[in-house]
């Protein structure tokens, strides 16, 4: 692995490394404070997406080493009409390894193709995100102990969520795994997703647009947002959303060992009531984000504790 | 008409009828000197009805191109009179620079002089995904 740009990148084998060494960072934090000594990240985010940008930061802190970078097009040279080839070239003489987001589809991949430092693709406009796909697999080890066997329900805007469309591809290499795809009908997901499914053996999905229904069977359930924009007119939008938000009433339907995970940021898809219920993890999704990308920044530099 | 009789040359055959001139553009054909012939709506016992192309000049072609246009198409290389080989086209791992991302999102649109390169993802249907935003070609 020199970058990472698509979670499909990785094999099963490299995504357990990686988790196997988030874990062990978790339990010997000072262990891993001084193995980036020296080293640099730049964080390069031509959109700004500061919850992203902060834990690759934090990541690149408590490894002891150093950040740079700059979080909107406007303070970068891409206003005035660098390339991003460019860029990486340029950013690549101060740092050792790039973090990059980027509206572009593909960007950080055209970056890697010229970079002599590793890029790590820190998401790119609705393309993807592998970063949170990890933090989300990560999660899902920690807080069931497998990644296998297990029914995976997966809520809201299934259709242009890049999160769900990444965490289907990669569950999608365990053994039997269940998806449960619950959506309005406007934003069921894209039937390439559907077509991959169907290619494996060992995926089980079934489509449904009742939460309740869905929850009462989940090992985990995966939150979305259901974006107002999506919709063709506000009355669809009215009549849908309210179906899809999760609170203390619908979580009596999910099982004891549920867990509740969403990328955020959420508006109002989950109620604020929900956070206090052990089940919820999407918190735990968070500081889990920081430890992967630990994790990660380590490999791609080839340094160990 | 007489558009027989190549002395040394290639001869496109089998190519589906209509396909043909977009061939010719794709091949750059315009861009050479010697004799080309385009021969529309041939009777085709395979095909029904087929075009071919006659060049007359042994030119080096980009398979690749004609392969992911249509891996049916028979190449027929001419020397001296004789037909001196038969190149079976099959679908090309990648192509690059023959088709351009129709996905306004793509940064391959958006950044200057980038190679437009598309990779086959799936043989059995023919399906090509650019390698930057993974849209289908088709
Ligand atoms: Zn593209």
């Known amino acids: 692995m020199r970058h990472l740009i698509d979670i499909t990148d990785l094999s099963v084998n490299e995504i357990a490394e990686l988790i196997r060494t988030s874990n062990d960072i978790i339990g010997n934090r000072k262990a891993y404070s001084e193995v980036c000594r020296g080293r640099k990240l730049a964080t390069l985010f031509f959109e700004p997406s500061t919850r992203t940008r902060l834990s690759f930061e934090a990541a690149m802190l408590e490894l002891g080493g150093a950040v740079l970078g700059f979080s909107s097009a406007d303070s970068s040279s891409a206003t005035k009409g660098e390339s991003v080839i460019d860029t990486v070239r340029t950013v690549a003489c101060y740092a050792d390894v790039i973090a990059m987001r980027h509206p572009k589809e593909g960007a950080p991949l055209l970056a890697s193709l010229k970079s002599p430092v590793p890029v790590i693709n820190a998401g790119d406009g609705g393309h993807s995100h592998p970063t949170q796909t990890l933090t989300d697999l990560l999660t899902i080890q920690r807080e069931k102990g497998r990644l296998d066997n297990m029914t995976v329900a997966l809520c809201g805007d299934l259709k242009f969520g890049r999160t769900v469309h990444s965490l289907i591809a990669a569950m999608s290499c365990y053994e039997n795994i269940k998806f449960i795809l619950i959506s309005p009908e406007e934003l069921k997901i894209p039937d390439y997703i559907r077509e991959d499914m169907k290619k494996r053996r060992n995926i089980e999905w079934r489509e449904t647009d009742k939460l309740e229904e869905g929850l009462a069977k989940a090992d985990i359930l995966y939150m979305t947002r259901v974006q107002r924009e999506r919709f063709f007119n506000e009355a669809d939008y009215m009549r849908l959303k309210d179906s899809f938000i999760l609170d203390t009433e619908k979580m009596r339907y999910a099982k004891p060992d549920t867990i509740i995970m969403h990328p955020l940021p959420r508006v109002n898809e989950i109620s604020v009531k929900v956070d206090d219920d052990p089940r919820a993890c999407y918190f735990k999704q968070v500081e889990n984000g920081k430890f992967i990308r630990m994790a990660l920044i380590m490999r791609l530099l080839e340094v160990s504790k | ?138």
């Open chain 2, 1 to 138: 008409m007489n558009v027989d009789g190549i002395n040394s040359g290639i001869v496109l055959d089998h190519i589906k009828a209509g396909k043909s001139m977009e061939i010719y553009n794709y091949l750059n054909l315009d861009e050479l000197d010697c004799c080309v012939a385009i021969i529309k709506n041939v009777k085709s016992t395979k095909l029904g009805r087929k075009d071919i192309i006659k060049i007359d000049a042994e030119i080096n072609l980009d398979l690749d191109i004609l392969g992911y246009i249509d891996p049916n198409i028979t190449v027929n290389v001419i020397s001296d009179g004789v037909l001196v080989e038969k190149k079976k086209l099959k679908l090309p791992k990648e192509v690059k620079n023959v088709i351009k991302c129709k996905n306004p999102r793509c940064i391959s649109l958006a950044e200057r002089e980038t190679d437009q390169i598309f990779r086959l993802t799936s043989p059995e249907e023919g399906i090509y995904r650019c390698i930057y935003c993974d849209s289908e070609s088709k």
